[in-house]
């Protein structure tokens, strides 16, 4: 005897975040496009070589010199996956090169702050420490823990393959375990943030409970869903 299933036995759609760092073309000069991502890339680890890119170019930017960049960024590894809808580019030019289009925010995306980086010890992960407040706009990676001794703006963003520790008022983003560590948290003082995340499950400011706001907190991931628990006795 067969049983018969139903849709929402075969296709679920679930509560995960993918994190989309934006690639903002600002000059249609090839060789300092690829200098500059060249720096942007030394600058910010291998972590760019996992996160989806989205390419964004000023409206009306010649199709070829679209076509040389979009190879340029796959000859680095990059992994990309559109374009943003802002740059306006025709649906037969982004066919051919495999890329969809992404509708971004206003703000056009988050540069990404340079961290403090530590020399490199074979087998041993770094941990970033860092000791100013971190500004709407910033976005601070780190391949390990990641501790931040102040405040984190609105509009900010921390990521961390590890924990996040936040000793002060958390208003940003905070997302742990970045590339799959279920194990990763996050500690922080005073939690107001815009999105918490352990290993892609997240809150938005909308699902935190009421009475843990604005209170010292830890985040961790039981069975697919964010736990929040105040770090008070």
């Not at 067969?2 to 993918?18: I, N, W, Y």
């Not at 496009?33 to 390419?55: C, F, K, P």
């Not at 352990?198 to 010292?216: C, F, I, M, R, T």
């Amino acid at each position: 005897m067969s049983v018969e299933q139903t849709d929402t036995e075969v296709v679920e759609f679930k509560g995960r975040m993918l994190m989309v760092t934006v690639l903002q073309v600002k000059q249609a000069a090839l060789d300092k496009v690829n200098q500059a991502l060249l720096a942007q890339l030394d600058d910010a680890h291998s972590w760019l070589n996992e996160v989806a890119l989205v390419l964004d170019f000023p409206p009306n930017t010649d199709e070829v010199f679209i076509h040389e960049v979009v190879s340029m960024v796959r000859l680095h590894g990059l992994n990309l996956v559109a374009v943003s809808a802002a740059s306006q580019v025709a649906e037969e030019v982004l066919i051919p090169l495999e890329l969809g289009v992404v509708a971004l925010s206003a703000s056009g995306g988050r540069s990404v702050a340079k961290t403090p980086t530590a020399p490199q010890v074979t087998g041993v992960i770094e941990t970033v420490v860092v000791e100013q407040p971190v500004r709407s706009g910033q976005q601070i990676y780190s391949r390990g823990d990641l501790i931040v001794l102040n405040s984190v703006s609105t509009g900010a963003e921390l990521m961390a393959e590890g924990h996040i520790h936040v000793y002060g008022n958390l208003r940003g983003r905070a997302m742990a375990g970045v590339r799959g560590n279920e194990a990763a948290r996050i500690f922080c003082q005073r939690l107001n943030a815009e999105l918490v995340s352990v290993a892609g499950h997240y809150y938005v400011a909308d699902d935190l409970p009421e009475h843990l706001q604005n209170k010292a907190v830890q985040i961790s991931l039981h069975v697919e869903a964010l736990e929040i628990q105040p770090l008070e006795a």
